[in-house]
């Protein structure tokens, strides 16, 4: 990994950072993600946007964000039509970020929000992708292994397109976003593709830790959908066994 290019400064403003949270019927929590970030960025000398993108809750998620807006004019919402599911999720929400950089993060506080600093701090150093890497993980049983299983299938299959053990918490620079953007595919597979675009990248270590409040809302079915898309994205082996 090499870090080349500095960011540059721009008229003596602050950087603008998006903030990039998918919400699937995550009422419960909302109250404890909006304390933990306004935590997670108070030392970190940018300024911060937030675009919650509400995929079809039919929980009242809308409403109490609706109603957090009136007191923070720093937070967006975008409101899909219907459930699309978590990567479309953040396509979209990727779509309304204007900052120069984007960090993409679950609402469920498994993606840790006392990170921000050190995904902002590696990208001031010039990095266009920071990636978290977990550490360690809180799922148990079945969940877990499967997780570990995929992960493991993923990293060998794939060429090692992304860091072991890392997801969708991550940091990519506006340069990358724009790429993003301008992927023809339908199913982006975003944790993998942010970083096949190349660029200077880097890692950052985290624990992630067990869900704050409610259920996982990746369904089992959405789950494998998921797993696949992002095997058959970036490697043919699948293909070739069958
Ligand atoms: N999510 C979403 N649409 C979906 C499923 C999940 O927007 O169809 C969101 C969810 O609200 C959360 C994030 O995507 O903010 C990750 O989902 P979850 O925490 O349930 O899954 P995990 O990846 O932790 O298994
Ligand atoms: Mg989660």
Redo the contacts with the bound molecule.
């Keep these: 990994m090499t870090n080349t290019n500095q960011v540059p400064k721009r008229d003596g403003e602050a950087p603008l950072i998006s903030l990039v949270?998918?919400?699937?019927?995550?009422r419960d929590g909302i109250d404890a993600l909006f304390s933990a970030i306004i935590e997670g960025v108070k030392n970190v000398p940018a300024r911060f946007e937030i675009v919650v993108?509400d995929?079809?809750s039919t929980d009242g998620t809308h409403e109490v964000i609706e109603e957090k807006l009136k007191c923070f004019s720093q937070w967006r919402l975008l409101s899909l039509s219907r459930?699309?599911?978590?990567q479309p999720?953040?396509r979209a929400g990727l779509e309304e970020a204007t900052g120069d950089a984007v960090i993409f993060m679950?609402?469920?506080l498994?993606d840790p929000p006392s990170l921000i600093a050190e995904l902002f701090e590696e990208w001031q150093k010039g990095y266009k992708v920071v990636t978290g890497v977990r550490m360690s993980r809180a799922?148990k049983g079945m969940?877990r292994w499967a997780f570990d299983l995929y992960h493991v299938l993923f990293y060998r299959l794939t060429d090692r397109v992304m860091p072991a053990n890392s997801?969708?918490y991550s940091l990519i620079d506006r340069v990358v976003v724009d790429h993003l953007l301008k992927t023809p595919e339908i199913n982006l597979f975003i944790p993998a593709l942010k970083n096949w675009f190349g660029y200077s990248q880097t890692t950052v270590k985290y624990a992630r830790l067990d869900?704050a409040v409610g259920?996982?809302?990746?369904?089992l079915r959405?789950?494998v959908n998921y797993g696949v898309d992002g095997l058959t994205s970036f490697s043919d082996l699948p293909l070739q066994w069958i």
Excluded: S
Aim: proline share 6%.
């Design positions: 949270i998918p919400m699937l019927n995550e993108v995929d079809g459930n699309f599911g978590q999720a953040y679950e609402a469920d498994q799922e969940r997801g969708m869900r259920q996982p809302k990746q369904t959405k789950l």
